[in-house]
Nanobody, 127 residues
Framework: QLQACGGGLVQAGDSLRVSCAATIRGRLFSGYGMGWFRQAPGKEREFVARVGWSNDATTYSDPVKGRFTISRDNAKNTVYLQMNALKLEDTAVYYC????????????????????WGQGTEVTVSS
């Protein structure tokens, strides 16, 4: 089970951090590659970022590269997405997801690779 939180209403240029806490039985949280996706109204869900099991490798989509940072704390079973310099086009519902097959932080940007999904947390950026 993945529980995302931390969304809200912010102004363009602001920062926001969303979190996702995992409740996993039978397997360590570090055994999963973790990702964030987002879905804006009327659009398909798109990849945002991915982090490997030890924070050593990350992948970002081009629209967020340099502004967003994904990280994880395996001791807390939590993955974070720090969002800086937010833009109007960042408005979306943000979903965390867990990849049970690969712990790598590289690639695997398609929703196809993810086995478990959180319920989403809404981020609205206003001008």
């Amino acid at each position: 089970q993945l529980q995302a939180c931390g969304g809200g209403l912010v102004q363009a240029g602001d920062s926001l951090r969303v979190s996702c806490a995992a409740t996993i039985r039978g397997r360590l949280f570090s055994g999963y590659g973790m990702g964030w996706f987002r879905q804006a109204p009327g659009k398909e869900r798109e990849f945002v970022a991915r982090v490997g099991w030890s924070n050593d490798a990350t992948t970002y989509s081009d629209p967020v590269k340099g502004r967003f940072t994904i990280s994880r704390d395996n001791a807390k079973n939590t993955v974070y997405l720090q969002m800086n310099a937010l833009k109007l086009e960042d408005t979306a519902v943000y979903y965390c997801a867990a990849d049970a097959t690969s712990r790598s932080g590289r690639a695997r940007t398609s929703t196809y690779f993810y086995d478990y999904w959180g319920q989403g947390t809404e981020v609205t950026v206003s001008s």
